[in-house]
């Protein structure tokens, strides 16, 4: 996803705060963001669910 330097480091600091992925963050966002495309969203919450299912990263925190 791709975001102004100002907001991901907000974003950063927030996730650091509340002890949150920011890798999980960012494609929870991005997942939202394809759904509010479609004419249906059948799926989006299954999606977010196996999102937040999923193992941490390998210590990345999506920055790019």
């Known amino acids: 996803m ?3 330097d100002d907001d ?3 974003l950063r600091e ?3 705060q509340h002890g949150v992925s920011l890798d999980k963050v960012l494609k929870l966002l991005e997942t939202v963001r ?4 479609k004419d249906r969203r059948t799926g989006v ?3 977010l669910r196996e999102i937040l299912k999923s193992k941490p990263s390998d210590g990345r925190d999506g920055a790019r």
């Open 34 to 37: 394809e759904y509010e495309l």
């Open 45 to 47: 919450y299954d999606a």
């Open 2 to 4: 791709t975001l102004a």
């Open 8 to 10: 991901r480091q907000l």
């Open 14 to 16: 927030l996730c650091e």
